[in-house]
């Protein structure tokens, strides 16, 4: 027989409080939420249980504690790297190979693609656009490259009406790009990957979403063909926490 359900602790239950009241109130990054005092009188709780609240969802993203006396916590808009960071760590207690990320890929890629390229409007055409053209100007600047590909993806994800995809696509590459180490794979993997996003966005532009699919398709492939002729045991290799 299963025992009694532990109730949630105090702390998560608010932090859980203050996120719905951030999304309700239509709060942006950078929006301050309200001060302390406001707060506790608000939830009806003590200032540890408030600041325990606090250091949550600063660990998940959602706020950031900003110093000085206008300061304290503001909003923030999480990112795809806590999904990255949790998976990793999964990934690793199962003893999962770097490939099953990769089968993952395969799987998730492409349908994001095929999805946007059927579905894209005028605007997110050219913010992709855009975002393409970021990376080109980027191939040597590997944190710049990595955050506008991340930013083409939303942009496919929006297209695609499926945010979620985006997550884990992003937070998926995030686990292979960790995984390989080196300045020569930088500056090499960027212009392949590159090169095949330009691909992909021509065929959305001339309205074709199996080629677009087919060009991120190829870009796992070459990833592969690229791992296993520089490092043979990589994907092999479980995956190790990203952080």
Excluded at 26 to 31: E, L, Q, T, Y
Excluded at 71 to 97: K, M, T
């Amino acid at each position: 027989m299963a025992g009694p359900i532990r109730p949630q602790k105090t702390a998560l239950l608010v932090a859980q409080r203050i996120v719905a009241d951030i999304n309700r109130s239509g709060k942006r990054a950078g929006d301050r939420l309200p001060p302390e005092r406001e707060m506790l009188e608000t939830y009806q709780i003590g200032r540890a249980t408030l600041r325990e609240a606090l250091r949550l969802l600063e660990f998940q993203g959602v706020i950031s504690m900003r110093p000085g006396p206008k300061g304290g916590p503001a909003v923030e808009q999480p990112d795809s790297s806590l999904v990255g960071g949790a998976l990793s760590l999964l990934l690793q207690f199962a003893e999962a190979p770097l490939d099953s990320v990769v089968e993952s890929l395969r799987v998730l890629e492409p349908h994001m693609v095929r999805l946007a390229a059927e579905r894209i409007d005028e605007k997110q055409l050219n913010d992709l656009a855009a975002h393409l053209d970021s990376m080109g100007d980027s191939l040597d600047d590997q944190e710049r490259f990595l955050e506008e590909r991340a930013r083409s993806y939303e942009v496919l994800a929006e297209a695609a009406g499926n945010p979620l995809l985006s997550y884990l696509v992003d937070a998926l590459w995030s686990i292979l790009d960790h995984s390989v180490a080196g300045t020569d794979y930088l500056r090499s993997r960027c212009v392949d990957v590159h090169r095949l996003h330009v691909q992909m966005y021509e065929a959305i532009t001339r309205g074709n979403p199996r080629a677009a699919a087919a060009a991120m398709e190829k870009h796992i492939d070459e990833f592969v063909t690229f791992a296993q002729s520089r490092y043979p045991e990589l994907l092999n290799a479980s995956v190790e926490w990203t952080g």
